[in-house]
């Protein structure tokens, strides 16, 4: 059964930084590229970042280059997501995604964390 369940949401200030994190199971993290995915109320899901199965190649967003960073530990079949100088328009729900190729489409998504941004 795959699964990807991500953890790490939560409350924090502006300026401030969280590390999400997105475990795997059911599949083999050498197979999916993973990306990290947000939605905010009344808006579409946005694309973040991903980083693929193979080299460790990386892609961003322009609203989050430089701010976010993408991370997978093979080992612990987990992706993290390190988010730093987060800013009010960052709080949604975010979710990470077993992409086929380099995240070219999604086959599989997380239940989602919320992640709020608010002094």
């Known amino acids: 059964q795959v699964q990807l369940v991500e953890s790490g949401g939560g409350l924090v200030q502006p300026g401030g930084s969280l590390r999400l994190s997105c475990a795997v199971s059911g599949f083999t993290m050498d197979y999916y590229a993973i990306g990290w995915f947000r939605q905010a109320p009344g808006k579409e899901r946005e694309a973040l970042s991903c980083?693929?199965?193979?080299?460790?190649?990386?892609i961003y967003a322009d609203s989050v280059k430089g701010r976010f960073t993408i991370s997978r530990d093979n080992a612990k079949n987990t992706v993290y997501l390190h988010m730093n100088s987060l800013k009010p328009e960052d709080a949604a729900v975010y979710y990470c995604a077993a992409e086929v190729g380099f995240c070219l489409r999604v086959e599989y998504w997380g239940q989602g964390t919320q992640v709020t941004v608010s002094s």
């Open positions: 980083i693929s199965s193979s080299d460790g190649s990386t």
